[in-house]
C-alpha cells in the first residue's frame, strides 16, 4: 500500500479499541519470568556452550602476540575464536569499527577473542589466561582538544544549512547572547545486556539476539561472516531495553556465530557490563556554541547553532543543531557541524539523537535570552513561535501545537506562582526553583510490512520482524488488528522479532509505532478484502464490527470467511514524499521544579510535568510509561549521567553501575504527563506521530533552568552536579 495522499475516514477513527489505556499483553509473561530473553533460549538451542569476551587493554594500536596455550588447556574449554582463525571477515554497513579486532586495534575493549567453555564460570576463569601484548600508539580522546581540527562530515544531512546572512544580522541585533555549552559522553545503560544465542544448522545460521532492527542485523551479519542473508535467520522476540544500543550487530553476536562454529554446537554469549560501555556505542560529546540576536521586543532575528562532536574514523556526527532549523522563527538563521576524529569506542545513536543533546544547549540560551530581555520565558518563545519550516516558508508544519502545549503546561504546573527573580524561595535549607523548556523531536516513518492471518475459529495472527524494546509493541499491534477486524483484542495474537517475517520499520527513531502498526493496517486491509469477497460482499462497503462483516444490510460472522482454509493478508506500507511537502514534527513542554540545599548545592527533583503534541496516541498507558521513561533519562542525563575517559589510556573509566550513575525511583518523586487530542493526517493512516523520544527533549534544560532559578547559578556543563554549584551558591 503506498501512502501518498493525506488520510481520510478510515476503520481506525472507530476508536473501538485503539486510543484506550490498554495494558500490555506482554505484561504478564514478564512479570512471570516467562518471557524468553535472548540468553534464554533453552529449548531451542540445546547444549549450548558458553562464551566469554575478552576485550582489547589498549585504545590504539596493534596486538604483538596473543598467547592462547594455558586458556586452551584450562579445564572445559571447547574453542577460542581469535582474528587469526576466525576466517575473513567483513564489516557491516551500521558498524564503523570492526567488530573482531586484531592485530590492529581501533578502541579500548574491542573484542580480540572469545573463549567457549562448558559453563561460564569456566569460560571466564580460562580468559583470564589469554596473554596479550600490544604496541601502543598515541590516540587523541579530548573533544576540546580535537575540536579546532574538527572538519564539515562528509554526510549530506551534516551540510552546512544557511538562511539569510547571520554573518550581518547577528552583531547588528541590539539584543545579543553567544554562550557555549558541553554535554559529556553518555551510555544507555539498559538492563539487559547485549546477548546472543547462536546455533549453526549446516550452511544456515541461526540466531536469537537482543536487536532493536532485524532487518538490519540480519543484513549486517551477513554480510560480515561473507554468507547469504537468506542463510541467516535472526529472533528478537523480547528485548530488555535499547535506547538505540541494539539498533546495530554488536560483537557478541558475530563472535556468538563464530564460537558456534567451531565449536559444532550452539553458543551463547553476554556482555559484561564494562564491555558494554567501551565495546559497544555511547552518545558522543558535544560542545555547542549558539548565538541569539533580538530585538528590543523581543523577536529573533538571528540565530545560529554550531556543534562539535567525535567519532572514530568514517563515524559521524552527533547532530544536536537539527532542531534549531524548525523550532523558532528568525530570518537569519545558521547552523553548522563538525566532526573530529577520535580514538574512543564507537559514538552512534542514543534515544533521541541530535534533538537530546541539541535541547540540552538550546533552551539554556533561551532562557537566558529571556533573562536578557526582562521577558517570561515562556512568552518568549510563544512570541517566536511558527507554522512553517523557517527556511522553506513555503513548507507548513503539518501539525503544530507547540504553543498549546506552553500554555496548558503553564496552567497545570503552576507558572504564575514561580518567583523570576532567581534564589529568592526557599523551603528551610531547600532553595526551590521552577523551569521550563520546549520538547521537539521530527516525525519519522519508515516502510513497514506485516502479515495477518484469519482462521476458522475467528483468532487474528499477526506476524511481523518488528520489535518490542519494552514499549509496548505487542499491544498497538494487536490494537490494530483488533480494530481493524472487528474482533476482541483477546482473539489477536502477534508475532514479533522473527527474520521470517515480513519486514518491518523496527524499533528505533521513535518511528515504530506509528509505521509498524501502519504496516499492520496496510496487511489488514488486503485481509478485509479477502474475507469479504469470500463472503460475497463488496470489499469498499464492507463493515468488521463484532466479529461480523456487513454490507448491503446483509451479515456474516467473520469466521465463515475463513471456514474453507484460513485466509493470509499480508502487505507493506510505503510512503509517498508527503514529508517533502509538510514538514512533520512532535511537539512538547516539560516543566520542572527542583530544590537544591543551600548548604551543599545538592539538587533534587520534585516534580516533573510533560505536554505532548505528537498525533493520536494509540494506548495512552503504554505512552505515558514511554514518556516517563524518558524524562527520568533526562533528569539524569542533566544532573549526574557522564561517562569519565582517561585520557592517557583512552576508555571510559565509569564502566560499570556501581560509578555510572543513573536516576533511581527515591530521585524522581512525581510525574505527569498530558496529551494533547489531536490527529495527523499527513503522517500515516493511523494518524499517529512518534512520542517516546519526544518525553527526553528538553528535560535535561528544564531541569538546569530550575536550578538557576532557584539559586541564580547558571551551569552551561552537564551533568549539573554539585561541586558546579557550591562555590557559586546565595550566601546563607
Known amino acids: 500500500m503506498k501512502f501518498d495522499t493525506p488520510a481520510t475516514t478510515n476503520p481506525i477513527d472507530q476508536l473501538k479499541v485503539i486510543g484506550h489505556p490498554t495494558d500490555r499483553i506482554d505484561g504478564p509473561y514478564k512479570t512471570t519470568g516467562t518471557a524468553t530473553y535472548a540468553y534464554e533460549h533453552h529449548k531451542e538451542a540445546p ?44 564489516k557491516g554497513d551500521f558498524n564503523t569499527a570492526r567488530l573482531l579486532g586484531g592485530p590492529e ?98 550452511d544456515k545460521l541461526t540466531v536469537w539476539t537482543s536487536n532493536q532492527m532485524i532487518n538490519w542485523g540480519k543484513g549486517d551479519l551477513a554480510k560480515t561472516l561473507g554468507i547469504p542473508k537468506d542463510k541467516v535467520r535472526l529472533m528478537s522476540p523480547y528485548i530488555g531495553g535499547g535506547f538505540g544500543g541494539k539498533l546495530f550487530l554488536r560483537a557478541e553476536v558475530v563472535l556468538a556465530a563464530l564460537g558456534a562454529r567451531q565449536a559444532k554446537r550452539p553458543v551463547k ?261 479477502l474475507a469479504a469477497q469470500k463472503l460475497g460482499l463488496d470489499p469498499t462497503k464492507a463493515e468488521f464490527v463484532g466479529g461480523a462483516v456487513r454490507a448491503d444490510g446483509r451479515s456474516f460472522p467473520l469466521t465463515q470467511a475463513a471456514a474453507n482454509g484460513e485466509l493470509t493478508g499480508e502487505d507493506t506500507m510505503e510512503y509517498g514524499d508527503l514529508d517533502k511537502k509538510y514538514q512533520q514534527s512532535t511537539f512538547g513542554a516539560h516543566f520542572v521544579e527542583v530544590a537544591v540545599d543551600m548548604y551543599t548545592g545538592e539538587p533534587r527533583i520534585r516534580r516533573m510535568l510533560a505536554v505532548c503534541a505528537a498525533g493520536r496516541i494509540l494506548n495512552p498507558k503504554s505512552a505515558r510509561s514511554q514518556v516517563i521513561g524518558a524524562m527520568t533519562m533526562g533528569a539524569g542525563a542533566a544532573l549526574m549521567e557522564g561517562l569519565v575517559i582517561d585520557q592517557r589510556a583512552g576508555f571510559f573509566v565509569n564502566h560499570d553501575l556501581a560509578s555510572y550513575e543513573v536516576p533511581v525511583h527515591a530521585d524522581i518523586p512525581h510525574q505527569e504527563v498530558i496529551f494533547l487530542d489531536e490527529t495527523d493526517p499527513i503522517s500515516s493512516p493511523m494518524k499517529a506521530k512518534g512520542v517516546g523520544e519526544l518525553g527526553i527533549c528538553g528535560v535535561g534544560a528544564a531541569v538546569a533552568n530550575a536550578i538557576y532559578n532557584a539559586t541564580g547559578v547558571r551551569v552551561r556543563d552537564y551533568p549539573i552536579t554539585l561541586d558546579k554549584l557550591i562555590g557559586k551558591m546565595p550566601e546563607v
Open 105 to 202: 586495534i581501533q578502541h579500548y575493549h574491542q573484542a580480540i577473542a572469545l573463549v567457549v567453555a562448558e559453563t561460564f564460570e569456566q569460560a571466564r576463569a580460562a580468559a583470564q589466561l589469554v596473554r596479550v601484548e600490544y604496541s601502543k600508539q598515541q590516540g587523541a580522546y579530548d573533544l576540546a582538544k580535537a575540536r579546532d581540527g574538527a572538519k564539515q562530515p562528509d554526510d549530506k544531512d551534516a551540510k552546512d544549512k544557511k538562511t539569510g546572512n547571520f554573518e550581518t544580522a547577528f552583531p547588528a541585533a541590539p539584543v545579543r547572547l553567544d554562550a557555549t555549552y558541553t554535554t559529556p559522553d553518555q551510555s544507555h545503560c539498559m538492563m539487559e545486556p547485549h546477548a546472543s544465542i547462536a546455533a549453526w544448522d549446516g
Open 47 to 90: 547444549n549450548a556452550a558458553y562464551g566469554y569476551v575478552i576485550g582489547a587493554g589498549i585504545a590504539k594500536g596493534r596486538i604483538t602476540s596473543l598467547d592462547t596455550s594455558a586458556a586452551q588447556r584450562a579445564p572445559g574449554v571447547i574453542a577460542i575464536v581469535t582474528a587469526e582463525n576466525a576466517g575473513k571477515l567483513d
Open 269 to 529: 554469549v553476554a556482555l559484561q557490563r564494562p564491555l558494554m560501555m567501551n565495546n559497544t556505542t555511547h552518545r558522543p560529546a558535544t560542545i555547542q556554541r549558539i548565538r541569539i540576536g533580538c530585538s528590543r521586543e523581543g523577536k529573533i532575528t538571528a540565530i545560529g547553532h554550531e556543534s562539535w562532536s567525535g567519532d572514530l574514523p568514517d563515524g559521524k556526527p552527533e547532530t544536536a543543531v537539527q532542531q534549531t532549523q524548525l523550532l523558532y522563527a528568525g530570518p537569519n538563521r545558521m547552523t553548522k557541524m563538525r566532526l573530529a576524529v577520535l580514538d574512543l569506542p564507537e559514538g552512534n545513536a542514543m534515544r533521541a539523537p541530535g534533538e537530546a543533546p541539541g535541547l540540552m544547549a538550546l533552551e539554556i540560551a533561551i532562557d537566558e535570552m529571556a533573562e536578557k530581555l526582562k521577558m517570561d520565558p515562556i512568552t518568549f518563545r510563544i512570541i517566536n513561535d511558527t507554522t512553517v519550516d523557517p527556511a522553506k516558508r513555503e513548507r507548513k508544519f503539518s501539525t503544530r501545537r507547540f504553543v498549546d502545549c506552553l500554555r496548558l503546561g503553564a496552567q497545570r504546573f503552576g507558572w504564575d506562582k514561580r518567583n523570576p527573580q532567581p534564589g529568592q524561595t526557599r523551603d528551610g535549607r531547600w532553595l526551590i526553583g521552577i523551569g521550563m523548556a520546549s520538547a521537539f523531536r521530527n516525525n519519522l516513518v519508515q516502510k513497514s510490512g506485516a502479515r495477518v492471518r484469519l482462521d476458522s475459529k475467528g483468532m487474528v495472527t499477526v506476524e511481523t520482524d518488528m520489535t518490542d524494546i519494552g514499549t509496548g509493541s505487542y499491544t498497538i499491534i494487536a490494537q490494530t488488528a483488533a480494530e481493524m477486524m472487528g474482533v476482541p483484542l483477546q482473539q489477536v495474537t502477534v508475532k514479533l522479532g522473527d527474520s521470517d517475517f515480513p519486514v518491518s520499520a523496527g524499533s528505533g527513531g521513535q518511528w515504530g509505532g506509528n509505521s509498524s502498526t501502519a504496516g499492520v493496517y496496510a496487511a489488514c486491509v488486503k485481509l478485509r478484502e
